[in-house]
């Protein structure tokens, strides 16, 4: 997977406010360390489906360092910061992605992570990847209705019943 650096891109959300979107770079690691600062026990339980209190250095320096072989990293910010109010990532190979996003506690319920997971799927489409899927918390209904609404199907994990495995084919869109 190659990611292109490209230009920041603004988007208006449903609510009518404009964020900006940008490929995560190099150097980004304070900003990964934020969001995560900005996350409520609960919504980082869901992300990281474990107690975390904070983004060490080195998972924030290899998060945001992303593989151009088999990584796409998305940030979302406002206009008028460099602070990151979501992030969405796919990692993949052999025609096949996991996608990971999180949206800081304070900045849910606007739209950011249904604009993240839909450019990773477009992301994913142009790639050639037949399949985008992830695993989500049994509990985490929010990222289940948002993974529902843009056409994942869902089924049990096969070594533990809390989490369900979510799962995207794709039509490829030729090149």
């Known amino acids: 997977m190659e990611q292109a650096p490209g230009p920041e891109e603004i988007v208006t959300l449903p609510d009518g406010s404009c964020i900006r979107l940008r490929a995560v770079h190099p150097g980004d690691e304070a900003h ?12 980082l339980r869901r992300r990281f489906f474990a107690p975390v209190r904070e983004l060490g250095s080195a998972l924030a320096h290899r998060l945001a360092n992303p593989n151009p072989t ?6 979302a910010m406002p206009l008028d ?3 990151f109010l979501g992030v969405g990532r796919l990692s993949g190979a052999r025609g096949i992605a996991e996608f990971a996003v ?16 839909g450019r990773l ?3 994913a489409r142009l790639l050639g990847l037949a ?3 992830g695993e989500v918390l049994r509990d985490n209904d929010r990222m289940l209705r948002l993974c529902r609404k843009l056409g994942f ?11 369900l495995r979510v799962t995207k084919r794709l039509s490829v869109v030729p090149q």
């Not at 360390?33 to 996350?39: G, T």
């Not at 199907?153 to 989490?163: E, F, N, R």
Request: aromatic content about 2%; charged content about 20%; proline content about 4%.
């Open 32 to 43: 990964l360390q934020d969001l995560v600062a900005h996350m409520t026990p609960a919504d």
């Open 70 to 75: 088999h990584d796409v990293a998305l940030a």
């Open 81 to 83: 910061g460099e602070r």
């Open 102 to 117: 999180a949206v800081s506690s304070d900045a849910q319920g606007r739209g950011i992570g249904y604009l993240l997971m």
């Open 121 to 123: 799927i477009e992301r």
């Open 131 to 133: 399949t985008v899927e």
């Open 153 to 163: 199907t869902t089924s049990g994990h096969p070594s533990d019943a809390a989490i």
